[in-house]
């Protein structure tokens, strides 16, 4: 029996779903076998996370399920720990079992990014991030959470707290995720007539002089003057200093306490990045080739966002981070794929970028397409033309235009589902009621249930093995 070639994608996020989904419509029945491993069974689209967190969308309609996409590639779900460039084997570790050793003739290394953290106190206890749905749609939960208790207390400490929300960080995801929370949030207001949406303070802190860079410095003065005419305390030059225990403490001398910290301060390689022994530029991203090798590494593929690729309109520069490049990448990539296999000719990868758009809310938006700068309404529905058309799946496309028109009818949902993070709480009052009943005090009770939920808090979950 002739041995039919592996190629191993290790991530399943933009580059490594768009490839396996390009490899699995070009290549011939028993040309090769396609492995994809990944820690989650879906893709998240990204730039429609501020959307579900404002409950716009529903948060299943931004993933793609890979099972059902990939339906000729193997999917295996674990944590990718270690690649054997010698051996051509990637060791993974499942979420349960003891781990697997997977050989491979080519490999796409697509593990993606996570968060840049700095070490600053505080910031990794009581912070969050926004590059997955998890994270996205507690941030809702808890935004709502927060106005429920300023409503139900009478301690102006604790009220302030719950209503001071802090993101660091203002490009992209820290802008859209501010504004998009902020506008539901302020909707949310007139269904709790003891908050109003003057009482809540929110805090966009940058440590450079600009906002959204992506968009040109004239976009950018506009969204800011825009995000500070809605209230929107914004600190340019900026930087947090410490948020041990809820106490935000900033460099320009600002101090508050905030229950609600949302890190959006950019992004790093993925940490298999540095132990996979691939050659890695100076921000720790695999060295890219125009072919989209690996430098001295002809049988291995790399792109997106842990990937050094030249950027060819643009000599001596490499290719931003971001899903434009991402999904187009996965194309050239696919297809060099099956020109190793077949042993034709490789392309390079080139594409211009096209510009930027970004939602600031319902109706809000600003863009710059080609030089043609857009604000207001028109930008914002650019925004959700574009990344309609790009979202990936027919399916997910028609899923999501259902939601924005039944949102044409209906006003957006304020239920506080924080429990959904630990939906064992009620289970394990039932078998110690004592647990959840505060000291020196006395607490309604009525058919058996205590009165208001304490504050939820967040549990960790691990960082995905790709996400861009």
């Known amino acids: 029996m002739s041995h039919i070639p592996r190629i191993l994608i290790?991530?399943?996020?933009?580059?490594?779903?768009?490839?396996?989904?390009?490899?699995?419509?070009?290549?011939?029945?028993?040309?090769?076998?396609?492995?994809?491993?990944?820690?989650?069974?879906?893709?998240?689209?990204?730039?429609?996370?501020?959307?579900?967190?404002?409950?716009?969308?529903?948060?299943?309609?931004?993933?793609?399920?890979?099972?059902?996409?990939?339906?000729?590639c193997e999917?295996?779900?674990?944590?990718?720990?270690?690649?054997?460039?010698?051996?051509?084997?990637?060791e993974v570790h499942p979420h349960q079992g003891p781990p697997r050793t997977l050989p491979y003739d080519i490999l796409v290394f697509a593990p993606g990014s996570v968060s840049r953290l700095l070490p600053i106190p505080g910031v990794a206890e009581c912070g969050i991030g926004f590059k997955t749905v998890e994270e996205a749609i507690h941030l809702r939960n808890h935004v709502?959470?927060?106005?429920?208790?300023?409503?139900?207390?009478?301690?102006?400490?604790?009220?302030?707290?719950?209503?001071?929300?802090v993101f660091v960080g203002g490009g992209y995801a820290g802008v859209e995720a501010l504004a998009e929370l902020e506008d539901m949030a302020r909707d949310a207001c007139r269904y709790f007539p003891s908050v109003d949406p003057g009482d809540m303070r929110w805090i966009l802190v940058e440590a450079t002089d600009r906002i959204l860079p992506e968009v040109g410095p004239d976009m950018g003065r506009w969204t800011l003057e825009q995000l500070r005419a809605r209230g929107i305390d914004v600190r340019l030059n900026t930087r947090i200093e410490s948020a041990e225990g809820g106490r935000v403490v900033l460099d320009d001398g600002g101090e508050f306490d905030s229950a609600t910290l949302v890190w959006t301060a950019g992004v790093k390689p993925h940490p298999l990045v540095r132990a996979s022994g691939?050659?890695?530029?100076?921000?720790?991203?695999?060295?890219?080739?125009?072919?989209?090798?690996v430098e001295g590494h002809p049988a291995v593929f790399t792109a997106g966002d842990c990937a050094a690729v030249p950027d060819l309109t643009k000599p001596g520069q490499t290719c931003a981070p971001n899903a434009q490049h991402a999904v187009?990448?996965?194309?050239?990539?696919?297809?060099?794929?099956?020109?190793?296999?077949?042993?034709?000719?490789?392309?390079?990868?080139?594409?211009?970028?096209?510009?930027?758009?970004?939602?600031?809310?319902?109706?809000?938006?600003?863009?710059q397409i080609y030089g043609r700068k857009l604000r207001g309404f028109p930008a914002w529905f650019m925004h959700r033309t574009y990344h309609l058309s790009r979202v990936p799946t027919f399916n997910r496309k028609v899923r999501v235009l259902i939601d924005w028109t039944l949102a044409l009818f209906f006003r957006r949902e304020i239920t506080s589902l924080g429990a959904l993070s630990d939906p064992r709480k009620e289970f394990e009052f039932a078998a110690r009621p004592e647990s959840r009943i505060p000291e020196r005090a006395e607490r309604p009770v009525r058919e058996?249930?205590?009165?208001?939920?304490?504050?939820?808090?967040?549990?960790?979950?691990p960082a995905p093995a790709e996400r861009r």
Do not use: C
């Open 10 to 72: 290790v991530g399943g996020g933009y580059v490594g779903m768009y490839t396996a989904l390009r490899l699995q419509r070009r290549l011939r029945r028993g040309e090769a076998r396609v492995t994809v491993v990944d820690a989650d069974s879906y893709m998240t689209y990204q730039p429609f996370l501020p959307e579900a967190a404002a409950g716009n969308i529903e948060p299943r309609h931004v993933v793609v399920p890979l099972r059902r996409v990939l339906h000729r």
């Open 75 to 90: 999917i295996v779900n674990g944590w990718a720990v270690g690649v054997d460039l010698q051996a051509r084997t990637l």
């Open 144 to 165: 709502l959470a927060q106005l429920d208790l300023a409503a139900s207390t009478e301690d102006e400490e604790v009220r302030s707290r719950a209503l001071t929300f």
């Open 278 to 293: 691939l050659p890695l530029d100076d921000r720790g991203r695999v060295r890219a080739t125009a072919e989209l090798t």
């Open 328 to 367: 187009r990448q996965a194309r050239t990539l696919a297809d060099n794929v099956v020109a190793a296999l077949r042993g034709t000719e490789r392309k390079a990868y080139r594409h211009a970028y096209a510009g930027s758009v970004a939602s600031l809310g319902l109706h809000r938006g600003v863009a």
């Open 448 to 461: 058996g249930r205590p009165g208001p939920r304490a504050a939820e808090e967040r549990s960790g979950s």
